[in-house]
């Protein structure tokens, strides 16, 4: 069944966004070239909107197989919901960064109330209240943190949709590896609308995702990565399997967030100085560039698997050494000055 909701819902989107792509070209609802974007023609937005209709009829499609989805993971859902109507309204009328970030606290707020948040504290501070509120802290940065990365991750074409579609594989892997029928249909589902979505917008794209899709995805896979039932338990384990999933996205806000710090810029504002556009500026091309992001993302997804359920002297040397190297090659990249040459 998993596999069937993932191949309908990428047809799906193929579909849908082919529509959705025509009717924005129709009406001039595109993207003009900018000096603070990479593009370089006007380009079609709201893809976000193809890939949230694609997964919700194929999670409705799912629910005359298993009617419990709604029931125990409604707060998912709902989120979903909520996150993808903040990045619809965000892309026609746009809102201010402050009125966002406190959109998203609300939305994360429903997340708890529903039952889901990090256990990172909970073993390992005797007080539950202590470790609850801690939990809850913890779940409100998480949340957070990963939809703004998954946004800021939205600069080339292709970036954002490939992460995203591996961060549902890995997470995939996890919920099925541990039989939690319910949620692998909800990862499968959105593999496959990311996918489709993919066609149209791996370089050149024809379209864009726009905030409601990066939003949608980046608030889902955040309170996936959470609803995931940890299978090791310890400290490392815990700690290092999310981050590793989503180490690609954590690594570009970071690096972003320092180098627009040091020279006084606004962490929020579009630019040309993320990690995908330093490595063009080192000499790759735009799809080198991709498939190397895209090998960095599995390799993670490989060790989060390796940390969870192999050797775990194994995992304690390859996962330090990976992201050791990563940061270093981080460092660097931020030493690298980018001109966005691409408009002249």
């Known amino acids: 069944m998993a ?5 309908g819902a990428g047809f799906g989107s193929i579909i849908i966004v082919n529509v959705i792509q025509r009717f924005c070209y129709k009406k001039g609802l595109v993207v ?12 079609a937005t709201f893809g976000g909107v193809g890939i949230f209709i694609a997964f919700f009829i194929s999670m409705a499609a799912s629910l005359v197989v298993d009617k419990s989805i709604l ?23 746009p809102i201010s960064p402050i009125i966002k970030i406190l959109s998203q606290f609300i939305i ?16 390992r501070i005797p007080n539950e209240y202590i470790s609850l509120v801690l939990n809850i802290a913890l779940t409100y ?25 591996i961060s549902s594989i890995i997470l995939s892997f996890f919920f099925w590896n541990t039989s939690n029928q319910s949620l692998l249909y909800i990862t499968m589902a959105l593999a496959g609308s990311v996918l489709g979505f993919l066609v149209y917008n791996f370089p050149p ?63 929020i504002q579009g630019g040309v ?7 063009i500026a080192f000499g790759f091309s735009e799809r080198k560039t991709l498939i190397l992001l895209f090998g960095v993302a599995v390799v993670a997804g490989i060790s989060a ?34 001109r966005n040459n691409r408009h002249q």
């Open 273 to 279: 100085d993320h990690t995908s556009h330093r490595l």
């Open 305 to 338: 698997g390796l940390l969870e359920y192999a050797n775990y002297l194994v995992s304690l040397i390859l996962v330090p050494l990976m992201v050791i190297v990563l940061t270093i090659l981080a460092i660097y990249l931020g030493g690298i000055t980018v």
């Open 71 to 93: 029931y125990s993971h409604w707060g998912i859902i709902l989120a979903s919901l909520l996150a993808f109507l903040l990045g619809l309204l965000d892309d026609i009328y």
């Open 3 to 7: 596999l069937i909701l993932f191949i």
């Open 205 to 267: 794209a024809s379209i864009f995702m726009g905030n409601s899709g990066s939003s949608f995805l980046g608030l889902t896979l955040a309170v996936l990565a959470i609803a995931r039932e940890p299978q090791a338990s310890n400290l490392f384990a815990v700690l290092g399997v999310p981050t590793l999933i989503f180490l690609l996205p954590i690594i570009d806000i970071t690096l972003v967030t320092i180098s627009r710090s040091i020279e006084g810029k606004s962490i």
């Open 32 to 43: 003009e070239p900018r000096s603070d974007r990479w593009h370089k023609k006007p380009t």
């Open 108 to 123: 994360a707020t429903f997340v708890i109330a529903a039952g889901y948040t990090t256990k990172f504290f909970t073993p």
């Open 141 to 165: 940065l998480w949340i957070v943190g990963i939809t703004n990365a998954i946004n800021l991750l939205d600069n080339m074409d292709g970036l954002a949709g490939g992460i995203s579609l």
